[in-house]
């Protein structure tokens, strides 16, 4: 077990795309810190059932749906303000590739563009300016998941890439922006791990090489925690705990 006494429970955190993979691994931990939940997912058995599981530690409340639709995303704050009253944390974890298998970018359609960098770019910046109303009162931390495909040029992963970069960018401009309010910002780099996204962009890698992402979600925890910049750019590296 991971030593969590440096979070302060009761705080409440939003976490996208939390029914599986690395989401669902970051929720695991931070309900074992404490943290009350508001989640969700597109599969709605899936996220029924990770409800079921961590309700058995923390406050949870589970909100099946699309980030890319706005009035999903509207729904996430108004359930974390009205069961809890208050937002510290958002982990905007939802992802997408877009298609499988990834497409060069002379072959990425505009559909195809267009639903990566909605659910990558612009669904993460809609729900920060829906829950910094909130999140101000308090203070706060906004995590962005973001991928080494932003930095380095990987073949196939030129939509996906350039989406991850523009997400990075806008975290860091967004850090500027609030400089003083008391809400932080980090761009986390969970490195290769095996999941469903990494399958379907790699159906042929060795998930043997590939991180768990259970053992990757508790160094985040550690980089919310740790004194740092108004902007941290944090790579993951998987932790395995005492005792384990």
């Known amino acids: 077990m991971h030593d969590y006494s440096w979070f302060e429970r009761g705080h409440v955190a939003i976490v996208t795309g939390a029914s599986k993979g690395f989401g669902r691994a970051v929720v ?3 309900a074992r810190a404490g943290i009350s939940l508001v989640i969700d997912a597109r599969g709605e058995h899936a996220l029924a059932q990770a409800e079921r599981e961590l309700s058995a530690l923390v406050p949870v409340v589970a909100v099946a749906g699309d980030v890319a639709d706005s009035a999903h995303v509207h729904k996430l704050v108004e359930a974390a303000e009205r069961r809890f009253g208050r937002i510290d944390l958002i982990v905007n974890n939802a992802s997408t590739i877009g298609r499988s298998p990834l497409p060069a970018l002379e072959q990425l359609s505009p559909q195809t563009f267009d639903r990566i960098y909605t659910t990558n770019v612009y669904a993460p ?3 920060i300016q829906h829950a910094l109303p909130v999140m101000r009162r308090n203070g ?3 995590v962005n998941v973001s991928s080494d495909a932003a930095v380095e040029a990987y073949e196939g992963w030129g939509g996906y890439g350039a989406a991850k970069a523009a997400l990075e960018h ?5 850090a500027v922006e609030l400089h003083g ?3 932080s910002v980090i761009v986390a780099d969970p490195g290769d791990m095996d999941t469903e996204l990494h399958r379907l962009a790699v159906p042929d890698a060795d998930p043997a090489a590939l991180a768990d992402p259970r053992d990757v979600a508790p160094a985040l925890l550690r980089a919310i925690a740790s004194p740092r910049e108004q902007f941290t750019r944090v790579a993951l590296q998987a932790e395995v705990a005492v005792g384990a």
Do not use: A, D, N, P
């Open 181 to 183: 309010s008391g809400v």
């Open 28 to 30: 695991g931990e931070l």
């Open 140 to 142: 706060g931390t906004i």
């Open 170 to 174: 806008l975290s860091r401009v967004l």
């Open 125 to 127: 910046l809609h729900l």
